[in-house]
């Protein structure tokens, strides 16, 4: 598990992913890019939904960002104290008839609206609790996938050879976690962080 508290700023927004990323691929080997592509645009979305919603108007907020890395899913967990919403309350997002002329199909896109869409359309769970009484709002975001026989850790199908992480600006070259089977024990390594 991997776990980091970033401020609630856009600029922290490629940090997140690349923890992400970062700890998916801890054992050397990049995430197939269907994974890793669905990875980004759905951490990205919530992020901006928690900054540039949960925390309108209000300074110094954070994030706290936990990964799991199981055998067959990864779990992203997004904790924050902004302003609470209800998604059943968010207009169910319809996309465009693309069977429909180019002008029609282009001029019924939205501005704005899609980020739920978008974090369901990418992931295989999506689940949200309102914070109440002094307790955080938590998205939880889940993606299955194939893992090789006997690796009870990481993900292995499709997978490549890692190189260093790099990506915003940002340089991220490991990140150890805690086996939860046997806690002594760190998978990856310390990890190193720092601004190119």
Not at 17 to 30: H, I, M, P, Q, S
Not at 130 to 135: D, T, V, Y
Not at 170 to 192: F, I, L, T
Request: with cysteine; aromatic share 6%; charged share 20%.
């Amino acid at each position: 598990m991997v776990r980091l508290t970033l401020p609630a700023q856009l600029a922290f927004r490629d940090l997140a992913v690349t923890a992400v990323l970062t700890a998916v691929g801890a054992d050397g080997r990049e995430p197939p890019p269907h994974l890793r592509d669905a990875l980004i645009s759905a951490i990205s979305e919530a992020w901006n939904n928690i900054v540039l919603h949960a925390y309108r108007g209000i300074t110094g907020g954070h994030v706290d960002v936990a990964v799991f890395v199981g055998t067959d899913q990864i779990e992203i967990e997004l904790a924050d104290r902004g302003r609470g919403f209800d998604p059943s309350a968010v207009a169910e997002y319809t996309p465009p008839d693309l069977s429909a002329p180019e002008n029609e199909a282009v001029s019924s896109l939205r501005e704005g609206g899609m980020g739920l869409f978008i974090i369901r359309s990418c992931m295989d769970d999506v689940v949200y609790t309102r914070g109440a009484h002094g307790s955080p709002n938590v998205l939880v975001l889940k993606k299955r996938h194939v893992a090789a026989p006997g690796d009870h850790n990481l993900p292995s199908a499709g997978y490549t050879a890692k190189k260093e992480t790099a990506q915003s600006g940002w340089r991220m070259r490991s990140v150890g976690y805690a086996d939860e089977a046997a806690p002594q024990r760190v998978r990856g390594g310390v990890g190193s962080l720092k601004r190119k």
